[in-house]
């Protein structure tokens, strides 16, 4: 059974017993009262369970962050607090502290900035401490270090500012000037920093180790870097360092990326467009997509995009005048729009700005130092398969002008990274899921059915014809011609199965095309399941392990929670006359903690 931790959070009474209220003279209520109402807001639980922190926002803006002990009455109120984080180790809680409402209208007549403090507490002894103008903090991933970063003074140029360190078992700090963006790794316990001064003097990107106070530059040069990322799990990193070509009149990148840094010879590499032949002539890196990198670390991929030429200055007009006054006035504007326009003018200019991002995935490979252009302007949407062997693209071109008037229907693609060849895998789809967490399957839904797809074989199959469910919703408005199924629940580690919901139930199919069960038995009690992810930070759900299902039944109107294994029939954990959801779990603990109210019983956890 799940072990509830129910802390009371009551925030308003909003009803009581009818008889009561008839009977009494209720006072009129006036804009002072109306201030007081209050909102549960959401919550974020501690690793070891031990520890729930609640928002509460009032509609008079003066809200707190509330901190619970979760198997005592032990409270702690933060006026004005937000943005809660607990160190993985579970002995502190870092928080912003913003202003109160008069604090910041004065500030903002005044034309002064706004800044949020920071706030830090003991979970062991109770110990709270508040350090003012911090805009943001992040811990460690092993909780034992805190990086805060302080707000960027109004006269300076550069996008430099101060970051402490913050040693959590000693209190120590340590500080750093003009730091522009920085990245704790994966896992480990490594800062990279990158830092920007004014007039670029002393620019580049280093690592820090808090545990030895070792800070190792990995370059410097007057350029822009930034992008750290980390690859997952590793001490593998990668950057973005502008150049400039006075040609064109955006800034161009070269991709500098390091294995091993926590060794004392890590291998270091770079790709440079101006020296790589494999690059495409009169593209660039662009740093709105940050360098992302494979599983095994062999391959680096990014985004490019065609370059802007820099354009003429216009020469001097006619020299001021008497006809100054008249030139000042705005002309009179037109708008055409061509019937062979895909979108109408106002929509043209909604996307002008996506347009200017549009760019293409590329993979750099590491050790072979070659450059391969997985996107294209037919493929120019892409997304990755785990691993980083293949590219999911898709191709929409055909359908632009069907487009204008019905659904956006695409072409999907399979583009293999290491030689960038593109196979056809279905043409004309208007709902794709990419592919499975484990790499092997693409899948997409067309009709009334699930198919798969193999990327190790290049076999296609129906998944979903031979199991006895309806896997389409029917139920919403028939407005569009491929009606919406009711959705992918995840995928089991290890199986090549994937578990897809029916209207009531939880279905495990094989991406063979073998045939599937249900995980579940609501539709008999027209009882929806529906599987709770409790760890995000996984892909799959461990099938030794139980899962969870939220239940909702469509004619009681009672909700709850079910658990069982796969394969074996659920057990109902909670089921009541009343609104239950927000299922989490410690990440270290068999602590759960939920959310429920009711029409005459505000929420509590």
Excluded at 402 to 417: C, G, K, S, T
Aim: proline share 5%; with cysteine; aromatic share 10%.
């Amino acid at each position: 059974m799940i072990r509830k931790t129910i802390i009371a959070l009551s925030l308003v009474c909003l009803t009581a017993d009818m008889t009561n209220v008839l009977a009494q003279d209720m006072p009129t209520l006036g804009p002072d009262d109306y201030d007081q109402w209050e909102s549960l807001g959401n919550s974020v639980l501690s690793p070891s369970g031990n520890w729930l922190a609640v928002l509460i926002s009032r509609v008079s803006d003066e809200g707190e962050l509330r901190i619970h002990r979760t198997n005592t009455d032990s409270l702690v109120v933060v006026p004005f607090g937000t943005r809660p984080a607990f160190s993985s180790n579970g002995a502190w809680v870092a928080y912003a502290i913003g202003v109160s409402p008069d604090e910041r209208d004065a500030a903002q007549k005044a034309d002064e900035p706004v800044h949020n403090s920071m706030g830090l507490l003991n979970l062991s002894t109770g110990n709270q401490e508040a350090i003012e103008h911090i805009e943001s903090f992040s811990f460690s991933d092993n909780g034992a270090y805190l990086a805060i970063q302080r707000y960027k003074p109004e006269d300076k140029e550069s996008d430099g500012v101060d970051v402490v360190i913050r040693t959590m078992a000693t209190g120590s700090v340590m500080s750093f000037g003009n730091v522009s963006e920085f990245s704790w790794q994966d896992g480990g316990h490594l800062l990279a920093l990158a830092t920007d001064a004014d007039g670029q003097v002393g620019n580049g990107v280093s690592v820090f180790n808090p545990s030895s106070g070792q800070l190792r530059s990995l370059e410097t040069d007057a350029a822009t870097y930034r992008s750290l990322s980390w690859r997952e799990e590793s001490a593998d990193l990668a950057v973005l360092k502008t150049f400039e070509d006075e040609a064109y009149e955006d800034t161009a990148h070269v991709a500098l990326a390091w294995r091993d840094l926590d060794e004392d010879d890590p291998d270091n590499f770079e790709l440079d467009p101006r020296s790589q032949s494999a690059f495409p002539n009169s593209m660039r890196m662009v740093e709105f997509r940050a360098p992302s990198w494979s599983e095994d670390g062999s391959t680096l991929f990014v985004g490019i995009q065609a370059r802007r030429p820099a354009t003429e200055p216009e020469e001097d007009g006619e020299e001021e005048g008497e006809g100054d006054e008249e030139d000042d006035e705005d002309p009179a504007g037109v708008e055409i729009w061509h019937s062979l326009d895909l979108d109408p003018v106002p929509q043209q200019r909604v996307r002008e700005q996506h347009l200017r991002r549009v760019n293409f995935l590329s993979a750099w490979s590491l050790d072979q130092n070659s450059f391969v252009q997985l996107g294209d302007d037919l493929t120019e949407l892409t997304s990755m398969v785990e691993g980083g062997s293949y590219v999911v693209g898709r191709d929409e071109s055909p359908y632009d002008t069907d487009a204008m008037f019905r659904q956006q229907f695409f072409d999907l693609f399979a583009i293999n990274v290491e030689t960038g060849d593109k196979t056809l895998v279905e043409d004309r789809l208007t709902i794709e899921f990419g592919a499975t967490p484990n790499g092997r399957y693409m899948v997409w839904f067309e009709g009334e059915d699930y198919y798969s797809y193999d990327l190790r074989t290049g076999e296609k199959q129906n998944i979903t014809e031979n199991v006895a469910t309806q896997f389409v919703n029917l139920d919403v408005t028939p407005t569009r011609e491929q009606m919406p199924p009711f959705g992918i629940a995840g995928s089991l580690d290890g199986e090549d199965a994937i578990l897809l919901n029916d209207q009531w139930d939880v279905w495990e199919v094989n991406l063979d095309g073998s045939g599937g069960r249900a995980l579940t038995s609501g539709s008999d009690d027209s009882i929806r399941y529906r599987l709770v992810d409790l760890d995000p930070d996984v892909d799959e759900y461990d099938p030794d392990e139980p899962l969870y299902y939220s239940t909702y039944g469509e004619w009681t109107k009672q909700a709850g929670y079910a658990r069982a294994r796969p394969g074996d029939d659920p057990e109902m954990l909670l089921w009541e006359d009343r609104s239950i959801g927000r299922l989490q779990k410690a990440e270290n603990a068999d602590v759960y903690v939920l959310r429920q109210e009711r029409f005459d019983d505000s929420p509590d956890y």
